[in-house]
């Protein structure tokens, strides 16, 4: 099978080289840094799989990954990544990758999760497969303070992710501004917050929209 490694990194594209040549079965095709270069190896090379780092510099790995599904383009992705983040698990797992894999994966991890991709099967990280069953019906982390929260809490939360005023969270929730404030106050308590700048930056980081 034809595989091409997508990294920013010259020393992890190094390792995967050493790792990948040592098996028989597998012919490495290439080799790129950016989605520009990862893009131009898999159209010219068109390789079975493509081994592609979550964070490319700046970049996101995962706009390869769209161009790739949205030209219905005959190669199968694994996402290699170091960060176990249960967010970019699953926003990759809805784009349609093949599989998931973190850098500290063992080397018979890594030949593994290959064979079984280009087999037609799924590979997914045990530990992100285990952390993604443990979400609730938000699709949050069980043991995230964010648990705490009420439903209507949580969408004061929201609101004040998406930068809502006080009053303009009271029309959208059909509730008094006295409420709204109530509401804040329970939010900044239980998630323990300073104020609603705060309360609006883990909104977003924890992906919540009013």
Do not use: W
């Not at 190896?41 to 510099?57: Q, S």
């Not at 983040?85 to 290959?114: N, S």
């Amino acid at each position: 099978m034809k595989v091409v490694i997508i990294d920013s990194y010259y020393l992890v594209r190094q390792g995967l080289k050493g790792i990948l040549s040592e098996n028989k079965d597998i012919e490495i095709a290439g080799e790129g840094s950016s989605i520009e270069e990862g893009l131009r190896l898999i159209i010219e090379k068109r390789p079975d799989i493509a081994i592609v780092d979550l964070r490319l510099g700046k970049e996101s790995g995962l706009e390869i990954v769209k161009e790739i599904k949205n030209n219905m383009i005959d190669c199968k992705i694994i996402i290699l990544t170091t960060t176990s983040d249960y967010r970019d698990f699953r926003a990759a797992e809805q784009m349609g990758v093949e599989g998931y894999i973190l850098k500290d994966a063992l080397p018979e991890e890594i030949i593994y999760a290959i064979k079984i991709v280009n087999a037609g099967r799924k590979f997914y990280d045990a530990n992100l497969m285990a952390s993604a069953m443990r979400l609730d019906k938000r699709g949050l982390p069980s043991d995230d303070p964010i648990q705490n929260l009420t439903e209507r809490e949580f969408e004061v939360l929201g609101a004040l992710g998406n930068g809502y005023k006080n009053s303009e969270i009271a029309d959208r929730l059909f509730i008094t501004e006295y409420t709204v404030k109530k509401h804040i106050r329970q939010v900044l308590n239980k998630l323990n917050l300073y104020d609603r700048t705060q309360a609006a930056i883990y909104a977003s980081n924890h992906g919540v929209v009013g």
